[in-house]
Every structure is written in C-alpha cells, then in structure tokens.
C-alpha cells in the first residue's frame, strides 16, 4: 500500500478489558489517545471502530464532540488545535452471545487544515490493539443494604471514566471503572434533616466491607470529615482519598474504599481480611461532597497511579433507575437532589431485577441482599 501523510497519531495505551454490566451486554472501555502532529486545526468527521476488520461502531461528528478530550481538559471537541494531544473516550458494547473481537482498529475521517488545498480531506487507520482478556475479577458487594445509588459509575459518565493523570510520566485512568456509592434515604432523598449535617446522609456510618478474602496492601487515617454540601478546597491530590483502605485482592488486583470516617478503619497493612468483613465506616472525609463511598478496582496500590480494571459482582438487585432520557438529564437530576435535597425521580423496576456476575452501571438504585 502507498505510504500516505497522517496528519493524527492514534494510540490505545491500555488494551480494553471486556467486562459483563448490569445492562446485560459486554462493554469495552478504553480511550484512543490522539496526537494533532501538524500546524492547523484538525477537525474528526467520523470514527468507525472495527472488530476483526469488520465495523462494530460508528461516531459521527457529534459522537466525536461528547467525547474527545484535549490533554488535561475537562472540556470536549470535535476539533483539536494544531500540536495538541487528546484522549477520544469510548464505550462499545455487544449483545449478550456476540463473540468478543480479538483486535480492535480504527478508521477515521478527518479535515486537517495544514494539508494542501485538495487533500486536506483524508482517511486514516491505526492503533490496532489487542483486546486484553485478563479473568475480570468476582466480587462481593462493598456494602450491605437497600436503595444505594451508583453514582458516576461506568461508562459514559465522565467524573471517573474520564479522570485522566499525568503521573510519574504516563496518563493514568484508575478511576475508569470507580463507583460513588450513596444511598437514598427511606423517602427516596439523598439527604433529609440539615444538607451539613453528616448523620443527614443514608450512607453515613454504614460498614464498608472486604469483598474478597485480601491482604490489606495500605490504609490512611486521620482526616477530618468535611462539611456535606460544601466543595472542600485546598485538597491535594494525596489527600483526595481522605481515610481510605487498599486491599490486595491477588494477582495484580486492589480495591480501593475512600472517604471513610475518621478512627474508624478497624485493620491493618498486612492484615488477611474475610470476604464481608468490617473495614472502616463510611464517611465524607477527603475530596468529598457529601457521604459516599468511592470504590475502585485498579491494577497497582496506588489510588491514582494505577490502571482501572472492571469488576463483576457477583449478585445484586436493581430496584430502579435514575429517571431522565439521557445520561446528562440523569445526571443534572442526580445533582439537583444531591444539592437541595428533594427526592430524586426514579423509574421504579418491578419486581426487582436480579443480576449476577455484573459491573453495576451508572444511576441505577441497587439492593445488596443483608443474610
Ligand atoms: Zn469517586
């Protein structure tokens, strides 16, 4: 084949872990990371991700423009500016039965400004990656209980899927697969009584449990709960996680809980913990808003220097869903009830639907059975 100019470089720096979710499909997630290796505005008309050579999804431009994410921008565009890099956040997923392609590629369209009058119109193909079939590791849930929310889960919420950071010379997603855990209150509101007061909180005080047989890899301690309701400032990024606890699930595994409350995580670095055990109680200390347990999966003990790994647990209820058609209405409600306290609005799921061997997506309210 003729060699041709490719105005963009393509990169998938962590091969997708294909993982089942709670909508009954297998997802793979991962970012196509993109340099603009010329002096104009390049502008992406389409992305076609290919599976075994074959289409298996297709953004337009607009696809393009709610996912693609100039290096250390939360913002997104269609359009990256000359000599820039960026991070084309994606969500495939595939019925339950399709057969998982063993190579993803990519073609893409785009409008390079820098190139010559007549071929500033071009098609490009790259990153070709091997989709990485790892084991996704079971687990037990990390709380006991009814009505819990999770929040910013996977995959097209962007609090965590997208919190890429630079660290140690590499961009780093631990967060890609993270749940904040709440809990809505018995009249279906995130909060009731006083919005500051942490007791106000359904989740407040309730055990955060080990949801595997681990060794406990680190915990930290000693940080002072916030007030619910106000953004804490002057949080460095090491003390984001307030007091939180890793375990070491084995082969390369680890669980992070944060934003447990103070003097209440009851093991130790180097503890073997039982699956269920009591770890330390859910608090609001740390990088937190109101109380929640963030909990992840990632491949190294480190909250933020890792890479996000799915997760599948092994049984849970789905009562419900956040109302709203889109994901960003879900969202703009989840955050009103979240600031003012009203009820959130939930289309109910009679009766419950049970789910086994699944990452539980974004905005659904779950039970975890309490035997
Ligand atoms: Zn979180």
């Known amino acids: ?55 298996l999804q297709t953004l337009d431009a607009a696809a393009v423009a709610q996912r693609l994410q100039p290096a250390g921008l939360r913002e997104s565009t269609a359009t990256l500016p000359k000599s820039t890099h ?25 409008q390079a400004s820098a190139a010559p009058p007549g071929h500033q119109n071009i098609s490009e193909s790259g990153a070709t990656v091997t989709v990485d079939r790892q084991p996704v590791v079971e687990i037990a849930p990390p709380l006991r209980g009814e009505r819990y929310i999770s929040a910013d889960s996977c995959c097209d919420a962007v609090r965590h899927t997208r919190a890429a950071m630079p660290i140690d ?3 780093w997603i631990s967060q890609r697969y993270a749940v904040d855990w709440e809990q809505l209150t018995a009249n279906g509101a995130i909060y009731s009584g006083p919005r500051e007061k942490l007791e106000s909180y359904a989740i407040f ?58 003097g209440s995580i009851k093991v130790r670095p180097g503890d073997h913990v039982k699956l269920g055990q009591v770890l330390g109680l859910v608090g609001d200390s740390g990088n937190s808003v109101v109380p929640h347990l963030h909990f992840q999966v990632s ?52 009766p419950p639907e049970t789910v086994k061997g699944a990452l539980p997506l974004d905005q659904s309210i779950i039970s975890f059975k309490t035997d």
């Open 205 to 262: 005080g309730q055990p955060a449990l080990a949801v595997a047989d681990a060794v406990v890899a680190s915990i930290t301690d000693g940080a002072p709960e916030q007030t619910p309701g106000q953004y804490p400032t002057n949080i460095s990024p090491a003390a984001a996680d307030g007091n939180s606890v890793i375990l070491d699930l084995g082969q390369h595994r680890y669980a992070l809980y944060a934003h447990l409350q103070p």
């Open 86 to 110: 960026a991070l084309l956040f994606l969500n495939v997923s595939l019925a339950e039965g399709a057969q998982i392609p063993h190579e993803l590629s990519h073609r893409i369209d785009i």
């Open 1 to 55: 084949m003729a060699e041709q100019m490719t105005p963009l470089l393509l990169t998938v720096n962590d091969a997708p872990v294909p993982f089942h979710a709670s909508d009954g499909r297998t997802h793979l997630v991962y970012e196509l990371a993109m340099t603009n290796f010329s002096s104009g505005d390049v502008v992406i008309r389409k992305l076609e991700i290919l599976g075994n050579g074959a289409v």
């Open 169 to 171: 010379g590499r961009a």
């Open 299 to 350: 491949n190294r003990p480190s909250s933020m220097a890792s890479n996000g790994l799915p997760y599948e647990i092994r049984e849970f209820q789905i009562t419900g869903h956040v109302a709203g058609t889109e994901a960003s209405d879900k969202t703009a409600a989840f955050d009103k009830s979240e600031s003012d306290g009203t009820p959130l609005l939930v289309s109910p799921i009679t």
